[in-house]
Every structure is written in C-alpha cells, then in structure tokens.
C-alpha cells in the first residue's frame, strides 16, 4: 500500500513540475497553493509570487499587471499567485500582514518583496534589478 501511495506521489508530482516547466514557457500565471509552493519556488530560478485576497481591491488591481508581466518574461521568470486566504501557512510563514504583497524568489530563496500596488514599471524594474535580467 505504502509502495503504491509513493508511485502515485511520485507521478503526480512529475506531472506538476512537467506542467510547470510549460506555464513559465507560456509566460501564465500559475495559482500556487501550500502543497505546491516550495516546488514552485525551487524549480524555477526565477520566481515571482503574488500574495492576494478575494476581498482586496488593490490586489486586483495588480493582477492584469503579473499577467502582463508574465508574458513579458516568458522562459525567464515564473510567476504565480497565491490566496492568503486560503494558504494562511504561507502567509504566515513569511510574515505578510499586508497585501497585495509580490516576492521575489531566487533559486529558492526570498531575495526581495514589494508590499502594495505599485506601477507596472516600479515592479518591472525590481525583477530586473534583483534577478540581473537584460
């Protein structure tokens, strides 16, 4: 049974990061949830994650931006949005107590984090900066 519950773990987990490799080619915005988060940010070099809420007007006014710039950098940076509501793990764990809050993710780790809604160009100069991009 263990055996079984490991293959299919295992399958499941090639078919996320195989689904994952193709979102960051797309230039898409990924929903990331506490299950998948740290496979997220480890698998991609360049991370970008926006921390919303349903009920936040800001936050939605940040999303038409991630996906602009997603597609802006296609195959560079991953970018993905998690709900705080619904993931209060991560929320807490990197200790958001305001949103829209987007982080910055290097190889894994949290490199920058940009808390509230900014321009379209203030953030694209961030990911620039941080991740040494163009």
Wanted: charged share 30%; glycine share 4%; aromatic share 8%.
């Amino acid at each position: 049974m263990d055996d079984e519950l490991a293959r299919i773990r295992e399958k499941r987990r090639e078919e996320l990061t195989e689904k994952m490799k193709h979102t960051i080619k797309a230039g898409n915005v990924t929903n990331i949830d506490e299950m998948h988060f740290q496979e997220f940010v480890s698998t991609h070099p360049f991370a970008v994650i926006d921390f919303w809420a349903e009920w936040c007007g800001p936050c939605r006014r940040i999303a038409p931006v991630m996906d602009e710039l997603s597609k802006e950098f296609a195959g560079k940076v991953a970018f993905g949005k998690c709900n705080t509501d619904d993931n209060r793990r991560i929320a807490m764990q990197f200790n958001i107590t305001a949103i829209p809050a987007i982080m910055l993710f290097s190889h894994g780790q949290l490199v920058d984090r940009i808390i509230g809604a900014y321009p379209k160009d203030a953030i694209r100069e961030k990911i620039v900066r941080k991740f040494r991009l163009e």
